[in-house]
């Protein structure tokens, strides 16, 4: 099978905006809240991403809901959700 980098990124944008911060009714991906999703061969992905704000009560359901959702793309083997509060 090919791996179409840009295909898998494309299917896991379509999946982060699915996922949203309970307090507001906007999804991540559009938030602007995804600094940088790394895919590799390998099916691995890397995901950067910060918070509405860094108390934010819900940061590990969000961090999980993108994780679990991330990996049940087609063609990721593994996601790695790092949270950076930089740039603000």
């Given at each position: 099978m090919d791996?179409?980098?840009?295909a898998?990124?494309?299917?896991i944008i379509a999946m982060l905006k699915t996922v949203f911060d309970p307090e507001i009714p906007v999804n991540v991906y559009d938030l602007g809240l995804i600094y940088k999703i790394?895919?590799?061969?390998s099916g691995?992905?890397?995901?950067?991403?910060?918070?509405?704000?860094?108390n934010c009560?819900?940061?590990?359901f969000i961090m999980e809901?993108?994780?679990?959702k991330v990996e049940?793309?087609?063609?990721?083997?593994?996601?790695?959700?790092?949270l950076v509060f930089e740039p603000e």
């Open positions: 791996f179409d980098k840009f898998i990124e494309e299917r790394d895919v590799e061969e691995t992905v890397s995901i950067d991403m910060t918070l509405t704000a860094p009560p819900a940061a590990d809901d993108v994780r679990q049940s793309v087609q063609g990721v083997t593994a996601a790695t959700i790092n």
